[in-house]
């Protein structure tokens, strides 16, 4: 079945903005997507009819509850698992991970080491920075290429030892669009005893998670990300997550899956992630049919979406190749599925800065982000100055024509 991306933007309200006469153009999705109408209803529903706390023997609360129970079923097959008590609601990624890196780190000694990445975002490298310098254990990182900002795995393979305890990766750069092997990195990493933990906020929209194939022990994504509310789902091997300890206040349940829940949930951010999810397993079932389980509609709805995601990535680089600019990663048409369809780029004249291309852009109604994005171990690899890059991020309810409008927009 043809991928109709017109039906889909018609399910997104945003989409229907306008800046003065232009349709607004949304290229800002890595730093959170719009949402379609349906997460929006789930969320008010369960603000009007089901708000309660958790816990409790009356109508709502149990109601809630049941709703926290079906989002975790939604979110483990997201992300290819079957224990849905794996799953760990918390406010965002970032917190998430501060939350995860403290217990971790309780758990290493003088002289451990970890390994972080120059591709990743600061939420998936500072936490453990700090969870090492309280522990004592030394910081390696895994070097970039910076021809086309590849991780260099032969890095990791000198720089891994005995005395690795985590190894944390993004499974997609929110700067330069790079897909990582994290499959490859979690069997090197195994192969010395040591976690993994991946961040998958950037790769979520575009690609299928599956924790199983990658073989990682913990995995997060921000739902704000894939076209929901903000929250995030942290999903981790059962024996780390009754093991590990948690810091809970009294008298709050240590058993899963409440073991990691830290106060009481948004539930009506929680909400609105299981319409997320459902959102694309609909989308999943429109493509495909025959897609019975939620878990196989949405293999098929990531399957069109990165098939089509990468027929805008060819358009788009071809169009800023054309005119010139600098795009800071794969650039080869022919390795499209190393990478999602985000781009972080450079006007060749450095008067051009980043900044007055994004407001070149704004008043186009394009909309596109300037800066570092959170991505400054990307950027200080790379040696960007302070200006830092343009970064245009498409998802799969934009267009061929929309691309074409932000080529002929850009500033020869």
Known sequence: MTFDVERIRQQFPGLARKVGS??????????????????????????????????????????????????????????????AQEIVFAANMTTATFHLSRAIAQTWLPG???????????????????ASR????????IHLRHDDTTLDLDDLRRKISPRTKLVAVGAASNASGTIHDVAEIARIAHDVGAIVYV???????HALVDA???????????????FGPHAAILWGKRPWLERLPAY??????HALPDRWMTGTPAAENIAGTLA??????????????????????????????????????????????????????????ARLEERVPTFSITHPDPKW?????????ADQGIFVWHGNFYAQPFTEALGVDEHGLVRIGLVHYNTAEEVDRLIEGLPD
């Open 199 to 205: 961040d998958a906020v950037h790769y979520t929209p």
């Open 276 to 333: 997320a999810i459902n959102y694309l397993a609909d989308l999943g079932r429109t493509t495909d049919p025959s897609a019975g389980t939620r878990r196989k509609a949405i293999v098929s709805a990531m399957r069109e979406i990165a098939t089509y995601e990468r027929s805008l990535a060819k358009r788009m680089l071809e169009g800023l190749v054309r005119k010139g600019y600098r795009v800071w990663g794969i650039t080869d048409s």
């Open 112 to 130: 451990d080491e970890i390994l972080l990445s120059d591709s990743d975002h600061d939420a998936n490298f500072t936490p453990w920075k700090l």
């Open 22 to 83: 232009a349709p607004a153009i949304f290229f800002d999705g890595p730093a959170g997507t719009q949402v379609p109408l349906s997460v929006a209803e789930a969320v008010s529903h369960y603000l009007l009819h089901q708000n309660a706390n958790h816990g409790g023997l009356f109508a709502t609360s149990v109601e809630s509850d049941a709703v926290l129970d079906e989002a975790r079923l939604a979110a483990a097959d997201l992300f290819g698992i079957t224990d």
């Open 248 to 253: 809970k206040v009294r008298p709050a349940s």
């Open 134 to 141: 309280d522990s004592g254990a030394s910081v390696g990182q």
């Open 353 to 361: 800065l980043p900044i007055n291309l994004a407001k070149h852009l």
């Open 212 to 226: 199983v194939s990658w073989q990682a022990d913990f995995v997060v994504a921000s739902a704000y990300k894939f």
